[in-house]
């Protein structure tokens, strides 16, 4: 490196350090040696001079110095500060002039004259062929918006890094098509790439928005069918339970029944003051079970309707006692009347809900019953046993289950549920 060049090296440093905005993110020492480093690639991959090297190392240092005054017209700026200089360092006046003319060549429409200003440009847009393209690229941006010049949003951006990398940039030189043009293709490539995606993005938003925008507009509809669905999941739900519970009432009955058969009435012939007490437990444990046993029993409709009555919206096709029995043709097309109307769809389900409800509100009040009578007649048949005992001076109660024997049978554990009363 020739002693201008390091001169030149240094003055650019400190002018830099001591005169550049900090606002100038793009066009400073960074990006200034980044064009140098580039011009030197090319100038050690081409068929350069000596002297036309020196020109070129000294533009590509000296081309942005414009940039400590102002932005618009910085290329004249630049020229004037690197005449300044170069003369200073007593540079001849033919090299100060192809400086000049070089850095004047990298105003972005216009076309070079000459190779060194072909190379020049070449190496101030590398970073169009650069990996590091995309982080000067965002520096770029930042700039124009801090200097007031532009504030492109970054979908716009993407468009304009696209059309000048599409249609007003090309490279110039030789090495510059050979090395830098297939980076730069893909720096393009990507940039399509995440065009293509903004629109996939953009068009889903809008899809998003407008499924919003008419889940607003549907929400009443939505909540009435949420209503329904919870409402007829609930009856259903309390339904099994009300079963649940009259199968542990027939459950138990029986079992009482089972042992009162096998070993207390077989007894009474030897304790007759015991046959009241085990009457009473009896009848109650029996009325229990055929109590438990109503509250669970269906009720069987006709399974018919007419054509009139759908016609007149008068039958519930969502409850399979009122279609049972009928054809499947004619089911069909009763579901297809049922549909076109929506109104009818909901009159349906009113009257599925509030039948549903009627027959629970009839089993729990039978199980309600029925619990009843069961703890009346356990309380009941204590009293009893408890008053006969009494009322019997021989007897204790010691002899009374000495003498009745009674013994319950655990089942297998397969042969039972598990039942859970709520």
Avoid at 171 to 197: C, F, M, P, S, V
Wanted: a positive charge; hydrophobic letters at 40%.
């Amino acid at each position: 490196m020739s002693k201008i060049i390091e001169k030149t090296e240094a003055f650019v440093f400190e002018l830099f350090k001591n005169e550049l905005p900090n606002t100038i993110v793009y066009h400073n020492h960074t990006h200034t040696l980044r064009v140098f480093k580039s011009t030197k690639e090319i100038i050690d991959n081409s068929k350069i001079d000596v002297k036309d090297a020196e020109v070129l190392q000294l533009a590509a240092l000296l081309h942005d110095v414009g940039y400590v005054k102002t932005r618009a017209g910085h290329e004249e700026v630049s020229a004037e500060i690197a005449r300044k200089f170069l003369s200073d360092e007593g540079v001849a006046e033919k090299t100060i002039k192809q400086v000049e003319d070089c850095i004047m060549a990298t105003k972005f429409d216009t076309q070079p004259q000459n190779e060194l200003e072909k190379i020049l440009r070449d190496a101030d847009s590398s970073h169009f062929g650069k990996k590091y393209f995309p982080e000067a690229s965002e520096f770029l941006r930042k700039e124009l918006e801090l200097a007031g010049v532009a504030n492109y949003s970054p979908r716009e951006w993407l468009d304009e890094n696209i059309r000048v990398l599409s249609k007003k940039h090309s490279y110039y030189t030789d090495y510059a098509l050979q090395n830098w043009q297939k980076r730069k293709e893909k720096n393009l490539a990507k940039l399509i790439k995440t065009k293509k995606k903004q629109k996939t993005k953009l068009k889903t938003e809008k899809l998003k928005a407008k499924y919003k925008a008419q889940f607003k507009n549907d929400s009443p509809e939505r909540a009435i069918q949420s209503f329904y669905r919870t409402a007829l999941r609930n009856h259903i739900k309390l339904s099994d339970i009300a079963d649940t519970k009259a199968n542990i009432l027939l459950s138990v009955n029986a079992i009482i029944i089972s042992v009162v058969l096998a070993n207390l009435i077989s007894k009474l012939d030897t304790n007759p003051y015991l046959t009241w007490p085990t009457i009473i437990f009896t009848l109650f444990s029996v009325i229990s079970m055929i109590m438990s046993i109503i509250a669970t029993r269906p009720n069987v409709t006709s399974g018919q309707f007419t054509k009139e009555d759908v016609e007149n919206k008068k039958v519930n096709l969502t409850f399979f006692g009122n279609f049972h029995k009928m054809e499947l043709n004619e089911f069909e097309w009763a579901i297809n009347e049922m549909l076109k109307d929506k109104d009818y769809v909901y009159s349906s389900l009113t009257k599925d809900l509030y039948f549903l409800g009627k027959v629970l509100e009839r089993k729990y009040r039978l199980l309600r019953v029925t619990y009843t009578v069961f703890m009346i007649g356990i309380i009941a048949s204590l009293i009893a046993f408890g008053v006969a005992v009494k009322n019997n001076p021989g007897a204790n109660i010691q002899d009374v289950l000495e003498t009745t024997e009674v013994q319950i049978i655990t089942p297998k554990t397969e042969d039972l549920k598990a039942t859970y009363i709520v």
